[in-house]
């Protein structure tokens, strides 16, 4: 097969400085197939070295790629209006935004923090908002565009993780309104969910820990980005859709309905009689989704943020 490739496109990577990091994945694949990358990071205290995007902007250009180092936020408008600007102003469009910034707090519901509850918020959900905002009038004239926004298993639900679960499945749901909007105007929208050793791994778990020394051994980061390239690419099929990427696997994520029951007269009793038969019995051919009661207890002891004045 011909070598896909990104030759005069611009990509904006959001959360892509530092190493390990899927983020850097992405951009480094990115850039080596030809696309000039913004990439975006505000820098981390979790990981073994400069956690910064001029970083990755210097390994770009060392291996003969294009890049542009950009240090805002995503988390509000006027942020994610500066990272547009970025590009612009750099290669004058933008063709492709993956949403790939976020933050974790692996805490029990009561003892996070609300403001941490609303970091979450601000950057993993409303973050993608507002880029695809900024990106949209854009990529609107020019009649084409590729978003991909980066979002996780624990939307499946697991246990330590309801407010980063809650922001991932509202990126789901993002996914699927902006890929309805945008299909008349050449803007294709999908979603994947990535597993990899990362910095968000080295910031909530010890060393010793099973999730620690698992995806450091079988998951790297780069074996996610062809994902995330496919979806970005003209080529791609599907707006809308949701892949599952990690350790070298790669599936379809999606939302499905079991045949039920239907009755006109419907009581609470007829729904316990049947309640096999509404949840798809073993006629089922769906492959359930379990729910994960959370890490094991080696998570990094929790600090919350400072309260912003």
């Known amino acids: 097969m011909k070598e896909l490739r990104f030759d005069g496109q611009t990509a904006i990577v959001t959360g892509a400085g530092g190493n390990p990091s899927l983020g850097r994945a992405h951009a480094m694949l990115l850039a080596a197939r030809g696309a000039n990358v913004v990439v975006n990071d505000i820098g981390s205290k979790h990981a ?7 970083g990755v902007v210097d390994e770009i250009l060392a291996l003969g790629g294009q890049a542009v180092a950009d240090d805002n936020s995503v988390a509000t408008l006027a942020g994610a209006e500066a990272i547009v600007k970025t590009a612009m102003d750099a290669y004058g469009r933008v063709d492709i935004l993956v949403n790939n910034a976020g933050v974790v707090f692996n805490v029990g519901v009561e003892e996070l923090a609300p403001q941490d509850y609303q970091r979450t918020i601000d950057v993993n959900l409303m973050g993608p908002m507002w880029m695809a905002r900024a990106v949209w009038p854009i990529m609107r004239k020019q009649a084409y565009g590729r978003i991909v926004n980066i979002t996780s298993g624990s939307m499946y639900g697991f246990a330590l993780q309801a407010a980063y679960a809650a922001s991932k499945g509202g990126m789901w749901g993002l996914t699927r309104g ?55 690419h003209e080529q791609c099929p599907v707006t809308g859709e949701c892949l599952d990427v990690m350790g070298g696997a790669a599936r379809r994520t999606y939302m499905a309905w079991t ?9 609470i009793e007829k729904i316990a009689e049947r309640w096999d038969e509404i949840m798809g019995g073993a006629s ?22 400072p309260v912003e004045a």
Request: hydrophobic content about 40%.
């Open 259 to 267: 045949d039920g029951i239907r009755d006109p007269e419907l009581t």
């Open 178 to 232: 902006l890929a309805a909007e945008g299909e008349r105007y050449g803007i294709k929208v999908n979603a994947l969910s990535p597993g990899a050793f990362t910095r968000m791994v080295i910031g909530s778990q010890e060393e010793d820990c099973k999730t620690f020394q698992g995806t450091k051994a079988f998951m790297p980061a780069e074996i996610v980005s062809p994902g995330v390239a496919f979806l970005c």
């Open 284 to 305: 089922s051919q769906l492959i359930p989704i379990a729910m994960m009661d959370g890490f094991e207890r080696h998570d990094k002891p929790y600090v919350p943020s």
């Open 48 to 54: 073994p070295g400069p956690a910064t995007a001029q």
